[in-house]
């Protein structure tokens, strides 16, 4: 394999896709081995030598980019590391489109793949058993962060954790038990509209791969809220296990699930569609999902080795 994968080690979902490709296809030891540099964040290009940057081929991926924070210094940033990217790398249409009016650099637009190894269904009741969960609830999840990391209290309004609190709310006023679980980190926006809400909600902090898969197959519906978003992943994870998610119309929500659970916050929530979900998903899965980047790299850089 002469690609080099440069991720920032900072236990993040990158890490874990970096991880997951080079078991299944190798990568090259160093910079100097490596023909094409894969920088799977684009903050993390500034990891690389600037001598290496100048001789070797560069992809970038670029998960999302939120307009409204995208500002002046934002734009000059980007040009700068425009100027070493070969290739861009997206997960999605928005940001496709986005990019391309600010670069005229080749873009390959392609979700990531997921690991059926880690996301797998479960029987809900023993699962509701061992985290102490009601039988009775109707559980909702949410397992991304929401507060921004400057304060720890203003919401990260592109994630949505203000329009999740309100759906929530509403559905609290027309389903008798109902409850939140959360994960992640940086919860402290829904938590402090959950409490002053009186809504009952169990937090797990950073839980691992495998508690985060028991704590999907525990909930009756997932809600992605996001205003904008290159995945979420949670979009192909939750259909990868049979969990009920219904999501703003961002990121790969439109490529795997179906037109109904696709919802427009100011006029109703959508309806989870599971079977559907799980068929789209499919093509996505290790091992067929890493074959759009294996052909990518193959065509657009002549690896023969990959």
Same mark, same amino acid.
């Given at each position: ?63 999302? #980019?939120?307009? $409204?924070? @995208?500002?002046?210094?934002? !734009? ?9 990217? &070969?290739? *861009? ?109 009186? #809504?009952?909600? $169990?937090? @797990?902090?950073?839980?691992? !791969? ?9 909930? &009756?519906? *997932? ?84």
């Amino acid at each position: 394999m002469k690609i080099f994968t440069v991720v920032a080690n900072e236990n993040w979902i990158c890490d874990r896709l970096v991880g997951e490709w080079q078991e299944h296809a190798g990568y090259a030891k160093s910079y100097t081995d490596a023909e094409v540099i894969w920088v799977f964040s684009p903050s993390n290009w500034r990891l690389v030598p600037p001598e290496i940057l100048k001789t070797k081929k560069v992809v970038v991926t670029i998960h999302h #980019i939120t307009p $409204q924070k @995208f500002t002046k210094d934002s !734009l000059r940033e980007f040009l700068i590391r425009d100027k070493i990217v &070969d290739f *861009y790398h997206v997960t999605c249409k928005q940001t496709e489109d986005f990019l391309k009016k600010i670069t005229k650099k080749p873009i390959f637009k392609q979700p990531f793949w997921v690991n059926s190894k880690n996301w797998f269904s479960s029987p809900k009741q023993e699962l509701r058993q061992k985290y102490s969960i009601s039988q009775d609830a109707f559980l909702v999840g949410s397992f991304q962060r929401d507060t921004e990391g400057y304060d720890l209290k203003s919401p990260k309004l592109e994630k949505g954790p203000d329009l999740f609190c309100d759906i929530v709310e509403k559905m609290n006023n027309q389903v008798g038990d109902l409850q939140v679980l959360l994960a992640g980190w940086r919860r402290q926006y829904v938590i402090g509209r959950l409490e002053k809400a009186g #809504i009952k909600y $169990q937090y @797990f902090e950073r839980p691992d !791969l495998s508690v985060v898969n028991d704590l999907y197959n525990c909930l &009756d519906l *997932y809600v992605v809220s996001a205003r904008t978003e290159g995945g979420p992943q949670s979009i192909v994870e939750c259909a990868a296990n049979k969990t009920p998610i219904i999501s703003t119309d961002v990121g790969i929500a439109s490529v795997i699930l179906a037109p109904e659970s696709i919802y427009d916050p100011a006029i109703e929530i959508g309806k989870p569609n599971v079977e559907l979900a799980y068929e789209n998903v499919q093509k996505y899965l290790v091992p067929s999902g890493f074959k759009p980047f294996i052909d990518f790299f193959k065509t657009s850089f002549k690896l023969q080795n990959v």
